[in-house]
């Protein structure tokens, strides 16, 4: 079956650090890969995607690259700052699965001024 | 736009009562699906839909109940809560499309006492 590996948290960081939580899955096809941010009391939202071998997603700084030969989808920030304090899950999501996401097990962030 | 709106946000049940959270979104979405998060286990997959009258059981659907009568809504029954049910339960929605994201709800917080 799918399953998402995530980098363990919590992970501690000063504001302008750089930042990356790793993140390799296991699939039988080709998924689309997604990191979401869950900021304290509200759902999930999305970050990035992306949707095939080598394509590049981000958004508020936030980059990560889609790398089939070594099936990771690796979240990096050049410079974090206080408001990116949340949890971070990757995420994947099969063709053909009804567009089901599985989860990796978040990664708390706290980023300190 | 409303987006994905779940109610209630927070409720507590003793064991053995029955309750249904509700959930409905405004964006004539095909997809719909719950997911329960507890703690270092990321989002978990209970039920979801591909459609209004069609549904299909997750990865712990134990102990839950769903029905999917029209696009907009998706209810989650607990027919007889258990301590184990403790958890925060989201609801989410996508258009279904290849590589289209899932759009969350803020979620409601549920113990069972």
């Known amino acids: 079956g799918n399953s998402v590996t995530q980098m363990e948290g919590p992970v501690t960081l000063s504001e302008e650090a750089f930042l990356t939580i790793n993140c390799t899955y296991t699939a039988t096809g080709y998924p689309s890969l997604f990191w979401y941010v869950q900021y304290p009391g509200e759902g999930l939202q999305l970050l990035l995607k992306a949707t095939k071998a080598d394509d590049k997603g981000s958004n508020k700084g936030f980059e990560a690259t889609y790398r089939k030969e070594t099936t990771s989808f690796h979240l990096e920030k050049g410079s974090v700052q206080v408001s990116d304090s949340a949890v971070y899950f990757c995420a994947l999501s099969e063709p053909g699965s009804a567009r089901q996401l599985t989860f990796g097990s978040g990664t708390q962030l706290t980023v300190l001024p | 736009n409303a987006g994905v709106t779940q109610t209630p946000k927070f409720q507590v049940l003793k064991t053995g009562q029955s309750m249904t959270l509700q959930c409905a979104q405004d964006?004539?979405?095909?997809?719909m699906s719950w997911y329960r998060q507890d703690p270092g286990m990321g989002l978990r997959l209970i039920h979801y839909s591909v459609g209004a009258g069609i549904t299909d059981q997750g990865e712990v659907p134990n102990g839950y109940n769903v029905s999917r009568s029209t696009t907009e809504d998706f209810p989650l029954r607990l027919l007889s809560a258990a301590p184990s049910q403790t958890s925060v339960y989201f609801c989410a929605s996508s258009s279904g499309g290849e590589g289209q994201p899932q759009h969350f709800g803020d979620g409601t917080r549920l113990s069972i006492l």
């Open positions: 964006m004539n979405h095909e997809y």
